[in-house]
């Protein structure tokens, strides 16, 4: 299985991004889908998570400010982050957990961090 995220950037508070993140690989379901993020200092923290039966999760700091979404076909989920602020900068992650064909146990993946600056 493998990752690729995109979307990062520079952006003032109040703006908006959508991060995206596609998996790739045969052989597997995707159950959870996922968006960390780990600011310089900190711990890696749960933004927001999809399951495979859409339903969703967000951390308190971005209830109602951001949109997990997920294109299940395409193995792809979004991030749509609106009125960004400062304290959002962090390196955000893509998770997926996943069962391969056969077996029961879930294994969980990581895509590379894609960077989010928000600007005072």
């Known amino acids: 299985v493998q990752l690729q995220a995109s979307g990062g950037g520079l952006v003032q508070a109040g703006g908006s991004l959508r991060l995206s993140c596609a998996a790739s690989?045969?052989?597997?379901?995707?159950?959870?889908m996922a968006w960390y993020r780990q600011a310089p200092g900190t711990q890696r923290e749960l933004v927001a998570s999809?399951?495979?039966?859409?339903?969703?999760n967000y951390a308190d700091s971005v209830q109602g400010r951001f949109t997990i979404s997920r294109d299940f076909p395409k193995k792809m989920v979004f991030l749509h982050m609106n009125d960004l602020k400062p304290e959002d900068t962090a390196a955000y992650y893509c998770?997926?957990?996943?069962?391969?064909?056969?077996?029961?146990?879930?294994?969980?993946?990581w895509g590379q961090g894609t960077l989010v600056t928000v600007s005072s």
């Open positions: 998770n997926v957990a996943i069962r391969y064909y056969g077996r029961s146990n879930i294994r969980d993946y």
């Open positions: 690989g045969s052989g597997f379901i995707i159950d959870t």
């Open positions: 999809m399951s495979d039966s859409a339903v969703t």
